[in-house]
């Protein structure tokens, strides 16, 4: 449990309101006083909660978006309408990136990046709910994307789940019966993929057929060229006649394999992907893809980045399909 501000004038010997005096800067306070109540909240680990406050009086208006990938184009185009939803709030938001890193991910949850915002919208891939329980810092924290069991704030995600399934059913309506998938992780902690592929699994057994293993390809990353050898290497074994990819990026690689292949999508190959990014818009033929509702992401986040003090709530977002050329 985080120290609060009764704690540390209990351990240092002094009045709540002569902590507060130190903690705001106040000159008119003993220098050995200010010492042990410094060394008070060294010791406690105490870290005034400067977001709350500033965020109900509007003070500063400073919040932090932190995403793995800032050129991926998904969190691209969501840091620019959270940006732009902010401005009409009187908020301006900071931009970090963690690249997936464990050790930067932890500092942020703790505090310790030196930031100082109001609240951080945050989306993780290295830490475990475990570390996210674990957290010292005090700064209102919302969680973005996929998350594995109970969060210990309020968590905004859509229903992974009921996107593959929905994504694997229309590809079963059009008459694919190998269906493949690109984006398994095993190695990582994003919950994306487990839950994609979950749902790929559900609607598959649903509908009467076993997921083959042979057919879900794992990658490092989520990149084009990872979609793009993931696609070669299942050519290699079989070709399917439908592959669900759990990115826009992915699908993209994958499209460029088959192209060099001789293989026609949709003809041979009907794609889907994920994220509903420009480049699947232009792409040739046009992408098929689950859109998440970016807007309604970015809104909802902050939205409960304002409510903090209530109990933690898992926050569903809206997504539908967008059936074009690939199918």
């Known amino acids: 449990m985080n120290a609060r501000l009764r704690d540390v004038a209990e351990h240092a010997g002094v009045s709540v309101r002569t902590v507060s005096n130190v903690v705001n800067g106040f000159r008119y306070v003993a220098p050995d006083t200010r010492t042990r109540v410094q060394a008070s909240i060294d010791e406690l680990g105490y870290r005034p909660n400067l ?8 003070r500063t208006g400073l919040i932090a978006l932190v995403v793995p990938e800032i050129d991926s184009p998904y969190f691209a185009e969501l840091a620019a309408r959270t ?6 709030r009187g908020l301006t938001v900071l931009i970090d990136q963690t690249d997936g890193d464990f050790e930067r991910e932890r500092l942020l949850l703790h505090g310790k990046r030196g930031q100082l915002v109001d609240g951080v919208l945050f989306s993780p891939w290295a830490v475990a709910p475990a570390d996210l329980a674990a957290r ?3 700064v209102p924290l919302v969680l973005l994307g996929e998350h594995d069991g109970p969060a210990p704030v309020d968590h905004v995600a859509i229903d992974n789940v009921a996107a593959a399934r929905e994504a694997t059913r229309h590809l079963l309506a059009t008459g694919r019966r190998r ?4 984006g398994v992780q095993p190695r990582t902690l994003n919950a994306s993929a487990r839950q994609r592929l979950a749902g790929y699994r559900q609607e598959l057994e649903a509908f009467g057929l076993a997921p083959v293993v042979d057919r879900e390809r794992p990658v490092r990353r989520l990149h084009r060229s990872d979609g793009y050898q993931a696609m070669l290497e299942l050519l290699d074994s079989e070709t399917p006649d439908a592959v669900f990819c759990f990115t826009d990026q992915l699908a993209l690689g994958a499209m460029r394999a088959l192209a060099e292949r001789g293989l026609s999508v949709p003809d041979d190959v009907a794609i889907v992907g994920f994220d509903d990014i420009e480049d699947g818009r232009y792409s040739v033929p046009a992408l098929t893809t689950v859109s998440p509702d970016k807007d309604q992401i970015a809104s909802l986040a902050l939205d409960a980045l304002a409510a903090q003090g ?10 539908e399909l967008i059936v074009r050329a690939t199918t």
């Open 51 to 58: 977001a709350a406050r500033t965020l109900r009086h509007s």
């Open 83 to 88: 940006v732009r939803i902010a401005q009409h």
């Open 136 to 138: 010292t810092d005090t």
């Open 179 to 182: 269906i493949a998938v690109i």
């Open 310 to 319: 209530k109990p933690p709530r898992s926050i569903i977002a809206p997504h």
